[in-house]
């Protein structure tokens, strides 16, 4: 097999193309959160909190040598494990609605063995007896 076909046939399964899409999809879903935190929910953090920026609260952890401080902007991670929050739950909702929505699978029972079906006709005939 050439490594053209068999690329093509990696690339045109069904599992790639679905990981292309939700990756794609994703990182819309992302940008989208990302937008919302920034400016519904980290306000009102903000606004709860008196006033405080998250992303502009750093520490300053020493000096450059060109004399500009060295600073550990820690109020970015905050804001990036609030996205994290907000997408894992929203994601975590939209998953839980989609399994609602799944009809349960109805166990079919097998149809019973030649031997069973001996059996059964057996027991019948002694039961006319």
Do not use: C, H, W
Not at 23 to 38: C, L, M, N, R, T
Not at 60 to 78: C, M, N
């Amino acid at each position: 097999m050439s490594l053209a076909k068999e690329f093509k046939e990696f690339a045109m399964r069904g599992n790639v193309i679905d990981l292309a899409v939700g990756v794609v999809i994703g990182g819309a879903f992302g940008k989208i959160v990302s937008a919302f935190v920034d400016a519904v929910v980290m306000p009102v953090l903000g606004l709860l909190t008196s006033g405080v920026n998250f992303s502009e609260l750093a520490a300053q952890i020493g000096t450059a040598p060109d004399g500009k401080p060295v600073l550990l902007k820690y109020g970015l991670f905050v804001q990036a494990t609030v996205d994290f929050v907000i997408i894992a739950f929203v994601i975590f909702m939209a998953i839980r609605a989609i399994n609602k929505l799944k009809k349960p699978e109805v166990a079919v029972a097998p149809p019973p063995t030649k031997q069973e079906v001996l059996l059964e006709e057996i027991r019948n005939l002694l039961a006319k007896r």
